[in-house]
């Protein structure tokens, strides 16, 4: 029954990955797609694949006329010219899955993933582009599926991503239903984790009109400023993107850091010097900003040199905060932040054997897994709250933290704080406020950040943090936006001023105001998601909660496998799940839907937010 057939056709896998570009230009976008129909659309093969090459001719007839290349490709310009062999495969029954419905399926040993969006079948790659999650484990919510791990998104219709981590999309591929049988063809060079670069739109003005192209200038190089300046290509914009970074690195996987303490710099550089070369970024690394004059347009670097812009993106992320604390300065104190700090960690905890880790947030934690899983150190956390994440994530949550870490070896002084460190040049103890002395080679400070702004002039910032103060459009002022860690923002779902300080929010909002930036005047009503990862047990959360009336565990804390829901006013404010892929991609999506179980459902326990998704997306279609 499952059968594989090759098929040779000149010049249109490229057309296969550009759908976007075609749309608009054809009256019947199942025309195109060659089958990504509905189920009663059973036709015959000759005819369909007479269909897909009067619609490759249509296109290519409107780009000759036009003067322009609609089959370029992101990644591999050969296509467009060269014969290009397919592999179409039997995968099943068009009943075999409902509406809401997706699973994987193989052709030509590549694994795909084949899902049914209200009512219609489509097949894209299997892998997240982001770190390969298999995408047939995540949710499915109308055309978008959710990867499982981080909760990127991608549309099941053009494979495009729409939310991050992914930076990349993830091939489409055609369906087509003969005698109630589905084929998928795929190129016969297709691999398993697949992913499609994006591709520009439109090319830098040539400016023979004699006016002078715009400049847009992104500052910083975090999540936010890779995105919004990916994101300004993508949408077409014609001027200088101008990409600046006091890092000397190319913009890379942050979250990573303190997972994985001194991870190689190629396995989370996200884009490489070939990327900006071909989207015509230009990037400037290791470079000091001494203001951002935001009344004249103009940013002043600290060599004297100073640059106009015509609107800007302030994407200047954090700084780690030092406890203002005797020793604070000796040899062996460290923070985390940038690739740089976590580089120079891993050089310096070599040879060391005791480990003081100041806080109990995230980063201590997740160095502490990494301390204690890859080099075996002894580590002591110092704390103020009574258990971890205490005030993220609740007592309850935070003590199946406590206690994983306990099991692995990770030793705590709770309820207190550092009074002193000491050491003569470098660091040899840690003096607590009771008194106690702890032996240490090595402190690291997670002890939080704060927005790194003090260059910015002309702009109102936060009294309580000095961070910039956007509207829904992330606006700050005119021709000038701010995204990620120094953005105070309007949270879509209260309306109350948040500020977030997530990866996943950072490169949202970088997308978002890079279309603003360009006149779109779009709303950022993206939900907040973070991840941890320690000792090899994940923790999704979902939402903005910092203050919370009550915490309703659904599932067993003991095992590890549960979900917790933060209620705020009557309402689910924020929910962490553990152990229950995918409840927190499921979980983003009801959040914007605001189509969550009632409370007293939620009080009865057991519920399935992934089933519960399914029936919400496939009753609003």
């Known amino acids: 029954m499952f059968r594989n057939r090759t098929i040779v056709r000149q010049g249109v896998s490229s057309l296969r990955n550009q759908t976007s570009k075609f749309r608009p230009l054809l009256d019947n976008r199942t025309n195109y797609r060659a089958f990504h129909t509905q189920s009663q659309q059973q036709q015959s093969h000759t005819h369909n694949y007479s269909k897909l090459w009067l619609a490759s001719g249509l296109a290519l007839g409107i780009s000759l006329y036009l003067g322009k290349d609609l089959f370029s490709h992101a990644h591999d310009h050969k296509e467009k010219s060269e014969p290009v062999e397919y592999i179409e495969g039997n995968v099943g029954k068009v009943g075999d899955l409902k509406p809401g419905e997706m699973k994987e399926v193989v052709v030509n040993d590549v694994k795909l993933l084949l899902s049914n969006a209200n009512g219609t079948l489509h097949a894209t790659g299997l892998k997240c582009s982001h770190y390969g999650a298999p995408l047939n484990k995540g949710a499915l919510a ?80 975090g999540g936010s400023g890779l995105v919004a300046a990916q994101t300004l290509r993508q949408e077409g914009f014609k001027g200088r993107v101008v990409l600046i970074t006091k890092e000397d690195e190319l913009p890379y996987d942050r979250p990573m850091l303190s997972k994985q303490v001194g991870i190689p710099k190629e396995k989370v550089t996200l884009r490489d010097d070939q990327f900006f070369k071909t989207h015509d970024i230009e990037v400037h690394r290791g470079v000091e900003v001494n203001e951002v004059d935001t009344q004249g347009r103009k940013i002043k670097f600290s060599d004297g040199s100073d640059l106009t812009y015509d609107s800007v993106l302030l994407a200047t992320g954090a700084t780690p905060i030092v406890l ?74 935070g003590s199946v933290f406590q206690k994983l870490a306990e099991e692995n070896g990770v030793k705590f002084k709770l309820n207190t704080s550092v009074k ?45 943090d000095g961070s910039v103060i956007v509207d829904s459009k992330l606006r700050a002022g005119e021709n000038v936006y701010a995204a990620g860690d120094i953005a105070t923002f309007p949270y879509f779902i209260t309306g109350e001023n948040v500020r977030v300080e997530h990866w996943q929010n950072a490169q949202d909002q970088g997308r978002v105001a ?62 962490a799940a553990m152990g229950k892929d995918p409840y927190g991609p499921a979980a983003v999506e009801l959040f914007s839907r605001d189509a969550f179980p009632s409370l007293d459902e939620i009080r009865k326990g057991n519920v399935d937010l992934h089933a519960h998704l399914t029936k919400v997306t496939t009753e609003q279609k």
């Open 142 to 221: 109308g055309e978008v599926v959710y990867c499982p791990w981080h909760a990127a998104a991608f549309s099941v219709v053009t494979g495009k991503s729409e939310g991050a981590p992914a930076l990349d999309d993830i091939p489409v591929y055609t369906v087509r239903i003969e005698n109630d049988n589905v084929f998928v063809s795929i190129p016969k060079t297709a691999k398993t984790d697949d992913k499609v670069a994006p591709a520009r739109k439109g090319h830098l003005c040539n400016c023979s009109s004699g006016k002078a192209p715009k400049t847009f200038v992104i500052l910083g190089g």
């Open 324 to 397: 203002p604390i005797p020793g604070n300065g000796l040899s062996g104190v460290h923070t985390l932040r940038s690739y740089k700090d976590s580089k120079e960690l891993a050089e310096d905890v070599e040879g060391k054997k005791k480990i003081v880790v100041i806080g109990s947030g995230f980063i201590g934690l997740e160095v502490s897994s990494w301390l204690r899983k890859a080099k075996n150190l002894d580590v002591t956390i110092v704390a103020l709250e009574k258990v971890p994440f205490e005030n993220v994530l609740g007592k309850e949550v």
């Open 420 to 464: 002193e460190i000491t050491g003569n040049g470098k660091v040899d103890s840690v003096v607590l406020q009771n008194g106690e002395k702890l032996e240490a080679d090595l402190v690291v400070m997670g002890t939080g950040v704060k927005p790194a702004t003090k260059m910015i002039k002309g702009l109102d910032l936060h009294p309580r």
């Open 514 to 575: 890079a279309k603003n930036m360009l006149g779109k005047n779009l709303d950022f009503n993206r939900v907040p998601f973070f991840w941890t990862n320690q000792f090899g047990v994940g923790l999704r959360y979902v939402g903005y909660a910092p203050k919370y009336d009550e915490v309703i565990i659904d599932g067993d804390l003991n095992t590890r496998k549960f979900v917790a829901y933060f209620i705020r006013n009557g309402k689910i404010a924020a929910v």
